[in-house]
């Protein structure tokens, strides 16, 4: 089974500046795809980056990032220019690429980003 | 595009009682969906995919007698908990695959989630 760790349940961070928040996962295939999601207090999800796991490119999105180390089983996401708007939970996320994508999501327990005026 | 709706937003039901929840992809197909369950302040933790016309698979651990899953088209799902008691209160979130990404990289949708509490 697939594990997804994010070791930092609260990320405090200043307006316009930068933060990473951090994600480790374990499996044993080879295939797969990485997500980070955001969940404001509406507590809808919201797709905030997708990584194929066969890119060795990072994926980018505007002001948010990842750093996908696929040996070291690590992604993490980056935030720049960071904005109010940005404060919510955010979690990352696993999904198998086998199955012809009948897989649902493995969540990691989330890191609550603040931003700070 | 892509919008998942999830009905209702938020039940109460006396404890003993069965509640339904409906989730739909409004403006896509999706042959599958997935029912996820979060706790306050925790991660959603998948409970079954469901897969239009045939049953739904569930995770280990979640009682498919209590948690009921039907998909009886290509836009809807639902899951019906059966004699609820109160440690079934939760976040209940159903996310849907849109069938015309089918393929590697499909999107998965997510609906606004059900808010249920047992008394």
């Known amino acids: 089974a697939q594990t997804v760790t994010q070791s930092q349940p609260e990320m405090s961070v200043q307006e316009a500046e930068t933060v990473t928040l951090s994600c480790t996962y374990d499996?044993?295939?080879?295939?797969?795809?990485l997500f980070w999601y955001k969940q404001p207090p509406s507590r809808q999800m919201i797709l905030v980056i997708r990584?194929?796991?066969?890119?060795?490119q990072n994926a980018t999105e505007n002001r948010f990032s990842v750093n996908f180390q696929k040996a070291a089983k690590s992604f993490s996401l980056k935030i720049s220019d960071s904005q109010l708007g940005d404060a919510a939970m955010y979690f990352c996320a696993y999904r198998s690429a086998r199955g012809g994508g009948a897989d649902g999501l493995t969540f990691g327990k989330g890191t609550h980003l603040i931003i700070q005026p | 595009g892509a919008v998942v709706s999830q009905h209702p937003s938020r039940v109460i039901c006396k404890s003993g009682t069965s509640v339904k929840i409906e989730c739909r992809s409004l403006?896509?197909?999706?042959?599958?969906m997935f029912w996820y369950r979060q706790f306050p302040k925790q991660s959603l933790m998948l409970m079954a995919t469901?897969?239009?016309?045939?049953?739904?698979?569930?995770e280990q651990g979640v009682e498919k007698d209590k948690f009921l899953i039907n998909h009886a088209s290509l836009t809807l799902s639902t899951l019906t908990v059966t004699s609820a008691h109160p440690e079934d209160s939760s976040f209940y979130i159903c996310?849907?695959?849109?069938?015309?990404?089918?393929?590697?990289?499909?999107?998965?949708?997510f609906g606004p989630g059900t808010r249920l509490t047992v008394t």
């Open positions: 403006d896509f197909q999706a042959t599958t």
């Open positions: 996310s849907a695959r849109d069938l015309a990404g089918a393929g590697r990289s499909y999107e998965q949708y």
């Open positions: 990584q194929e796991a066969y890119k060795q």
């Open positions: 469901s897969n239009e016309g045939s049953k739904a698979t569930y």
């Open positions: 499996t044993s295939e080879s295939d797969y795809y």
